[in-house]
C-alpha cells in the first residue's frame, strides 16, 4: 500500500501545495477530490493521518533545531534498515552533506519514512517524503529548492 499513500502524498504536493490552485478549504471536499481523481478513501485518510503527524511533529521539533550537536553519526535500528536499505540511508547522508538536511529533519524524515506501512522504501518514496518534510519549515527555503530540482530533474542544480 506504499505506493497508494505516496501517490496520494504526491497528487495532494504537486495539485494543490505546488501551484496556483489553492486547496480546498475543509478537508471533506478535499478527501471528494482525491477519491474522484481515483484514490482509494483508506489511502486518502492515511495521507491525511500522515500529514496531520508531519505537522505537528515540525511543530514539536523547532525549538531543539538549534541545539543539534554537528558530527554525531546516526546508528540505524534493525527495523530502520530492513524498510531502509542502503541506498535511502547513503541518499540521506549525502542530503545532509549536501546541507539539505540538517539533523532535525533528517530525524523527521525517517520518523515519517518509519510512518510508512510498508516493508520497504524506494529512493523515490524517501526523496519525496524530505520534500514533504522541507515544505513547511521556516529558514529552509533554499534547502526545499535543491530538493524539489532533485526530485523532479534528477539532481540538484550545484552539488556543493
Same mark, same amino acid.
Given at each position: 500500500? $506504499?505506493? $497508494? /499513500?505516496?501517490?496520494?502524498?504526491?497528487?495532494?504536493?504537486?495539485?494543490?501545495? #505546488?501551484? =496556483?490552485?489553492?486547496? !480546498?478549504?475543509?478537508?471533506?471536499?478535499? =478527501?471528494?477530490?482525491?477519491?474522484? %481523481?481515483?484514490?482509494?478513501?483508506? *489511502?486518502?485518510?492515511? %495521507?491525511? #493521518?500522515?500529514? #496531520?503527524?508531519?505537522?505537528?511533529?515540525?511543530?514539536?521539533?523547532?525549538?531543539?533545531?538549534?541545539? @543539534? !550537536? $554537528?558530527? %554525531?553519526?546516526?546508528?540505524?535500528?534493525?527495523?530502520?534498515q530492513q524498510k531502509m536499505d542502503i541506498d535511502i540511508r547513503?541518499?540521506?547522508? $549525502?542530503?545532509?552533506? +549536501?546541507?539539505?538536511?540538517?539533523? +532535525?529533519?533528517?530525524?523527521?524524515?525517517?520518523?515519517?519514512c518509519m510512518a510508512i506501512e510498508t516493508e520497504e522504501l524506494?529512493?523515490? #518514496?524517501?526523496?519525496?517524503?524530505?520534500?514533504?518534510?522541507?515544505?513547511?519549515?521556516?529558514? @529552509? *527555503?533554499?534547502?526545499? %529548492? /535543491?530538493?524539489? *530540482?532533485?526530485?523532479?530533474?534528477?539532481?540538484? !542544480?550545484?552539488?556543493?
Amino acid at each position: 500500500m $506504499n505506493e $497508494n /499513500l505516496i501517490d496520494v502524498l504526491v497528487y495532494i504536493y504537486e495539485n494543490y501545495m #505546488d501551484s =496556483e490552485q489553492s486547496v !480546498p478549504v475543509d478537508q471533506i471536499t478535499l =478527501e471528494e477530490e482525491l477519491i474522484s %481523481a481515483g484514490f482509494q478513501k483508506g *489511502e486518502v485518510n492515511k %495521507a491525511f #493521518d500522515w500529514l #496531520d503527524e508531519l505537522a505537528w511533529c515540525q511543530g514539536s521539533l523547532s525549538e531543539y533545531r538549534e541545539a @543539534q !550537536p $554537528n558530527g %554525531a553519526i546516526r546508528v540505524y535500528t534493525d527495523l530502520e534498515q530492513q524498510k531502509m536499505d542502503i541506498d535511502i540511508r547513503s541518499l540521506l547522508m $549525502n542530503l545532509e552533506q +549536501m546541507c539539505i538536511l540538517d539533523p +532535525m529533519s533528517r530525524e523527521l524524515v525517517i520518523e515519517r519514512c518509519m510512518a510508512i506501512e510498508t516493508e520497504e522504501l524506494t529512493t523515490d #518514496d524517501v526523496k519525496w517524503v524530505v520534500l514533504l518534510v522541507l515544505l513547511n519549515q521556516p529558514g @529552509q *527555503e533554499n534547502a526545499f %529548492a /535543491l530538493m524539489e *530540482e532533485l526530485v523532479y530533474n534528477g539532481e540538484p !542544480p550545484y552539488l556543493h
